[in-house]
């Protein structure tokens, strides 16, 4: 089975922009959460979703959000980006929340 | 919120090495993961160790839950066993997982 995919892999964007990544999470998993992790740091959790609904939201403004759709793959939306929103973004799944999670390769956003 | 502590930041060592690595936390948890970050930031699952003892190959694990604390083994270190190890918990109730800063570990040939 494949596992977590993301795309895309790496994205450069200037300030004031707006992103979406996206997440496909492992065949089965109903659960996605998403993390931001930047240099130094152990990854820092945005959201996490489970059959659609938001059942989590971590400490991050109302510039990010996030929904996931019937077939349990996600979108991750940042507006107005600034240049401390340069990090890498993981998409991590589950079969429930609270389980094992298993993480995606990131995608690495650069704002300049 | 629940705090996540790693010990130690950074080690250092010879290929063959035995390493212990701990992670310390501040609350009860239902949930604790340990993860490899490979050099090109793909978090790799070690294990998942709510409580008890684990192994795989030369990596084990132990929870001890009553006190708080998590150890990973890494025996006859190899020069792929380099990267970030976090631990990773679940508070009760939460649907988060929390961080701890991690342990760089480099193994020089």
């Known amino acids: 089975d494949a596992g977590v995919t993301q795309s895309p892999t790496h994205l450069i964007k200037t300030r004031g922009q707006h992103v979406t990544l996206r997440c496909s999470p492992i065949?089965?998993?109903?659960?996605v959460s998403w993390y931001q992790q930047v240099l130094g740091q152990g990854p820092q959790f945005i959201f996490q979703y489970y059959e659609k609904e938001e059942r989590g939201r971590g400490n991050f403004p109302d510039r990010f959000s996030a929904r996931q759709f019937p077939n349990y793959s996600s979108e991750l939306n940042v507006n107005a980006l600034l240049l401390g929103d340069s990090a890498l973004y993981l998409c991590?799944?589950?079969?429930?929340?609270?389980?094992?999670?298993?993480f995606g390769p990131g995608t690495r956003l650069l704002v300049l | 919120g629940i705090q996540v502590e790693q010990s130690p930041p950074d080690l250092i060592l010879q290929e063959g090495a035995n390493s212990t690595l701990r992670c310390n936390f501040s609350d009860s948890v239902n949930n604790l993961q340990w993860f490899h970050q490979n050099p090109w930031g793909q978090l790799i699952n070690l294990f998942y160790?709510?409580?008890g003892t684990k192994q795989n190959g030369r990596l084990s694990a132990t929870t001890v839950a009553t006190e708080r604390y998590s150890l990973l083994y890494i025996s006859s270190s190899q020069t792929t066993d380099s990267g970030v190890y976090f631990c990773a918990v679940y508070q009760g109730g939460s649907e988060k997982l929390v961080f701890g800063k991690g342990t760089k570990l480099t193994v020089n040939p």
């Open positions: 065949s089965g998993h109903k659960s």
């Open positions: 991590a799944s589950s079969f429930d929340s609270q389980e094992t999670q298993y």
């Open positions: 160790i709510p409580s």
